[in-house]
């Protein structure tokens, strides 16, 4: 529609302006010329034809087609034109009249063939009008000069107008071949093609959605690969328990002469195949929740009590296994969360150095306040973490040692739990060897400012 306009534009306002600037050019031409006239009969007190005509014999070329001279009546003295002279006939034109009104009067007119000027001028005598000179112009050369302009206007508009919709042509089909590509890869992607990528190049806006498109196609196969393997791990975890339940309840129903004791044996086993079954179902809800960012409201939690009594409840099985538990915390270490995620993260990384340290280990936790933070490490001197498996043990169901995982009762997903709810709080986790050997687990939370902890 731009394009239109400014073409509709191009072939008009030229074509105005030329024409305005030959009307005006004929105004000036021809009042020179009737002037001209007029000078040469001023000192005449009255026109006739014998005067005139004696006043005007030496008339050279005026540049106009045609000279009129008439008296007062408008009666017609002088005529420039050969044949069909006009002499003694009265000029009935609307120029003659406004000037033997005394009045100069000019008209020009384009009838796409020739421009056609009419002037006239009255001729004054002392203050009298004494008649009137009136002259006639068609021009066919500057028509033709017009005509030729307004041809290459037209050339010049259709030239532009046929690379406008030659380049018209080309553009959409490009933005239309990109949206198609775009469109294919978003209906591949929601029929589940996660691993579909459009391929839409170049730096426009269209390539630009079709990059964000791709990474968002990128986070989905990552989400969707996660998913899965959570799925089949979850299975995996919760069929093993299963498995073993019905092994040992097949065993009992189908053993006539087992001894009381076996059967006690048999059903203690049982016993923590549910136990382990419960904690797997038990985690698995609560990283349910994390997924789903239903997160208790948070208020300011002094973090020495919640350890203290963590510390206490994982004590009996620091003793069980010889294991020294230590901890240490400031009073100012007070966060903003919920007092069970709290519990949570100290209970998980606690008992999971317990669970991973041998005879005569120790485990120690402190809770610090450093650069407007909470500070909470838990370090062992157990087994350690290899260096390769570090970026993975948050991951969930991942063990550095399955078997013995799932000896000392870990349902591999304490770590991710603890992760999870430490970053959904504003935090961050790492893991480190701690030098004699080990490991060491840091958390940092945001501390609570101007908060009472609860």
């Known amino acids: ?107 020009c007119r384009y009838d796409s063939e020739a421009f056609i000027s009419r002037s006239a001028v009255p001729v004054v005598y002392r203050s009298r009008t004494v008649g009137a000179i009136y002259a006639y112009e068609y021009d066919t050369e500057q028509a033709r000069l017009l005509q030729s302009f307004q041809k290459n206007l037209q050339a010049i508009s259709a030239l532009v107008g046929a690379l406008v919709l030659l380049l018209s042509v080309i553009l959409s089909r490009l933005f239309t071949r990109q949206i198609s590509d775009l469109l294919q890869a978003i209906r591949s992607v929601r029929e589940g093609a ?90 698995l809800l609560r990283l349910t929740r994390l997924d789903s960012g239903a997160l208790e409201r948070a208020e300011a939690v002094n973090v020495g009590p919640v350890l203290e009594r963590v510390v206490r409840m994982l004590g009996l099985v620091a003793r069980e296994k010889e294991v020294s538990l230590s901890w240490e915390a400031d009073g100012s270490a007070v966060v903003m969360a919920a007092g069970d995620d709290i519990h949570q993260i100290l209970y998980n990384l606690i008992e999971n150095g317990i669970k991973y340290s041998g005879r005569a280990g120790f485990v120690h936790a402190q809770a610090r306040v450093e650069e407007q933070a909470v500070v909470i490490r838990v370090e062992d001197n157990g087994i350690g973490i290899p260096a390769e498996d570090r970026d993975q043990i948050f991951d969930r169901f991942y063990r550095v040692d399955k078997m013995r995982s799932r000896q000392v009762g870990g349902t591999g997903l304490g770590l991710a739990i603890v992760r999870d709810t430490v970053v959904r709080r504003g935090g961050t986790i790492s893991v480190e060897e701690r030098t004699g050997g080990g490991t060491v687990f840091t958390v940092r939370l945001p501390l609570a400012e101007g908060g009472e902890a609860s």
């Open 1 to 107: 529609m731009i394009i239109l306009a400014v073409l509709a534009l191009l072939n008009s306002y030229p074509l105005l302006v030329s024409q305005n600037l030959v009307f005006r050019s004929k105004q000036s031409s021809m009042s020179g010329s009737v002037k001209l006239i007029e000078s040469s009969l001023s000192g005449l007190a009255e026109l006739t034809e014998e005067n005139v005509g004696q006043a005007l014999s030496g008339l050279r070329e005026t540049g106009v087609s045609r000279i009129l001279v008439t008296d007062t009546a408008g009666r017609i003295l002088y005529d420039t034109r050969e044949t069909g002279n006009a002499r003694g006939l009265y000029a009935f034109y609307t120029e003659v009249a406004q000037a033997l009104a005394g009045n100069d009067a000019f008209y």
């Open 194 to 283: 996660y691993s579909h990528r459009a391929n839409v190049r170049g730096g426009d806006e269209i390539a630009q959605i079709a990059a964000e498109f791709n990474s968002l196609t990128d986070r989905l196969q990552t989400t969707e690969n996660a998913r899965r393997r959570f799925v089949s791990d979850a299975s995996h975890e919760l069929k093993t328990p299963l498995a073993g339940i019905r092994l040992l309840t097949d065993s009992i129903l189908q053993t006539e002469d087992m001894d009381d004791s076996t059967v006690r044996e048999f059903v203690s086993d049982i016993g923590q195949e549910a136990e382990r079954l419960s904690r797997i179902t038990e985690d």
